[in-house]
């Protein structure tokens, strides 16, 4: 099978099963949304303070999102016994994970870009940035977190307590994405010149780069057996 | 295997010679820092306990790459002795760190690259060793940890060099450690300690590996047994 | 020879012990010191070392001499300071000040640094270290446990 029908196929599945249940995105965008609530009781935000905090919230509210909603990406194979058909099937397995971190990647996405209007919303945030900028650095960092989280969850498929070693593996790793993503946000949303903000956005796409590679040439180390 | 013991020992009795030679020098013959005072004298222990950690969690990635071209045991222990010396290497070398900044700086923590860097190091071992222990079969959870291993390791200086871009944006270097400049008779101590420490690290590592391999066997044996009696 | 023998633990004990005592018999003898309101307890003429604050305010140069007050909790010592290091002696600075207990008061020093945070010290050495001894000792007893147990049939 040609690689890139696999990993079209693989985002077709996951989408068309994704489009029935509305699972994945239902239950992550609820829980960023519950986020946002709790930070709103939890820290003395009026308005000044919110906009400085707000990059930083965003992000928290996104690797939350991030860690329920890529933590259950091999679940459904695995509750329904696909897994091992999954592991059988004679396709390059790194078509395999670039198809699920395809797939991982939309659904974070988009409870994202619904996430963050609602987050101007609730904190009265003044935006006036460039959102294509703002849409480039979501992409760039939630591809960053999906590239590890794909990994991981692979992982965790065969492991005990996976609920909890998921994020233990996955978030020390992320460091570099979640300081680089909220940098760049911060900048954008503050209007500040490129010069202050452009070297992060480079730096989210070499880790980017670095991470799907790497994860792409062991993923079928971690799958075989 | 006896010989491999009696190096082993050797080697254990030389590190503590070494590091009690160490300490004479760091504690009683080396004269005191001009500006810190006596504090100074824990770099003698934290430098060589945080290099040491580095060196162990390189020894383990290095031997996570062997494993995952050869998949020999021998490859999959030494990566797990490793890091399971090196948490204790890398936990000790935090504790001296924070216990030389309070009275250098006044901070017990502060969140710059170096310190950033080794909280994250502990982390990344903690994680190894807890993934070992939550996969029942030995073969796969050699396999995954060293992907983690690996993963780790190569992210650590991205890790050291986005915290360091985040700092500069903050407040300018001004906590550098390297900025001291060392005694030459402080130097001769550290020098000493750093050799004692490597040495005591191989010992405990060469152990570690020892004490892997005898449950390796016994678990062999148990199983062997438990197949007779079934027959 | 399997492992360390309690020989070998008795001898790196030994060798740790060794290195502690002198580094404690260091401490003592240039580096313990009195608080200001033991001062008094000094026989006049013996040697002292006193720790404690600079005084604001109580600096005073006279030529090759440099005075000035050291205090603590419930006392203070008047200090004649003849050395080389008089930038070190600053307002509000803790210092180790070595010298003589003058009669009728006060003490010639002939010596300052800055205080000894030896607890520091201690409390770092023997954190790092108990951690490693504790350590080897538990790795140790473990592979002697294994392999006693693959021994017997």
Redesign the interface.
């Known amino acids: 099978m040609n690689f890139f029908s696999v990993i079209g196929l693989i985002v077709w599945k996951d989408g068309l099963s994704e489009l029935r249940s509305r699972e994945n995105i239902s239950s992550m965008f609820f829980f960023a949304l519950l986020t946002i609530f709790i930070f709103n009781f939890s820290l003395p935000l009026d308005q000044r303070v919110a906009q400085t905090l707000a990059p930083g919230l965003i992000w928290i509210a996104f690797s939350f999102t991030g860690v329920i909603g890529l933590g259950r990406s091999f679940l459904a194979e695995r509750d329904n016994d696909c897994l091992e058909a999954l592991l059988n099937a004679p396709v390059p397995k790194g078509a395999l994970y670039l198809g699920k971190l395809l797939g991982n990647f939309l659904f974070m996405l988009t409870a994202e870009v619904l996430l963050f209007p609602l987050f101007i919303l609730f904190f009265n945030l003044e935006v006036n940035a460039n959102p294509g900028l703002l849409l480039l650095v979501f992409i760039l960092g939630t591809l960053g977190l999906a590239a590890l989280g794909t ?1 991981f969850s692979a ?1 965790m498929v ?4 996976r609920e909890v ?1 998921f994020p ?2 996955m978030l ?2 992320a ?2 994405v979640l ?2 993503a909220v ?1 760049a946000t911060a900048g954008i949303l503050q209007g500040s010149p490129w010069a202050q903000y452009g ?2 956005i480079s ?1 989210l796409a070499v ?1 980017d780069l ?2 799907i590679v ?2 792409f040439w ?1 993923f079928e ?2 799958l ?2 | 295997m006896d010989l491999l013991q009696k190096w082993r020992n050797a080697i254990g009795m030389t590190a503590w010679g070494v590091l009690a030679a160490g300490l004479y020098l760091s504690l009683v013959w080396a004269p005191a820092d001009y500006y810190q005072g006596e504090v100074a004298r824990i770099m003698n222990l934290h430098v060589p306990l945080a290099k040491v950690s580095l060196l162990a969690y390189f020894v383990a990635f290095v031997a996570s790459l062997l494993y995952i071209w050869k998949r020999g045991a021998l490859a999959d222990n030494l990566a797990h002795a490793s890091v399971a010396t090196g948490i204790v290497f890398t936990l000790a070398a935090i504790l001296t760190g924070a216990i030389w900044g309070k009275p250098t700086w006044n901070v017990w923590w502060t969140w710059d690259a170096r310190l950033v860097s080794f909280a994250v190091l502990l982390l990344l071992m903690a994680g190894y060793l807890m993934l070992r222990s939550f996969v029942e079969e030995r073969e796969r959870a050699a396999r995954y940890a060293a992907v983690l291993a690996i993963i780790g390791f190569i992210d650590l200086p991205i890790i050291h060099l986005s915290v360091t871009w985040w700092r500069t944006l903050h407040q300018p270097a001004s906590f550098s450690a390297k900025g001291l400049s060392i005694a030459p008779d402080m130097l001769a101590a550290i020098l000493v300690m750093t050799v004692g420490m490597v040495l005591l690290y191989v010992y405990l590592t060469l152990l570690y590996c020892r004490k892997l391999a005898l449950a390796a066997q016994l678990a062999a044996k148990s199983e062997q047994r438990l197949r007779e009696a079934r027959l | 020879m399997n492992g360390f023998t309690t020989k070998n633990w008795l001898l790196v004990g030994m060798l740790l012990l060794l290195a502690a005592g002198f580094a404690y018999n260091r401490y003592a003898h240039t580096l313990a010191s009195v608080p200001p309101h033991a001062f008094a307890s000094i026989t006049e003429g013996g040697s002292v070392r006193v720790l404690g604050r600079v005084r604001a305010g109580s600096i005073r140069p006279e030529g090759d001499t440099l005075n000035f007050v050291v205090e603590g909790e419930g006392g203070f010592v008047q200090v004649a300071y003849r050395g080389p290091d008089r930038e070190a002696v600053r307002e509000l600075k803790n210092l180790l000040v070595s010298g003589r207990r003058l009669p009728g008061g006060g003490m010639a020093a002939d010596a300052v640094s800055i205080a000894a945070n030896y607890g520091f010290v201690a409390a770092a050495y023997g954190l790092a270290l108990g951690l490693l001894l504790a350590f080897a000792w538990v790795q140790e007893r473990a592979a002697g446990a294994l392999q006693k147990k693959l021994e017997s049939p």
């Not at chain 1, 065969?158 to 307590?161: G, I, N, S, W």
């Open positions: 990994l992982m065969q492991v005990r307590a070693m233990i593996l020390p790793l460091v570099p300081i680089a940098q070297s992060w730096l880790f670095i991470f790497i994860a062991t180390f971690i075989e057996g």
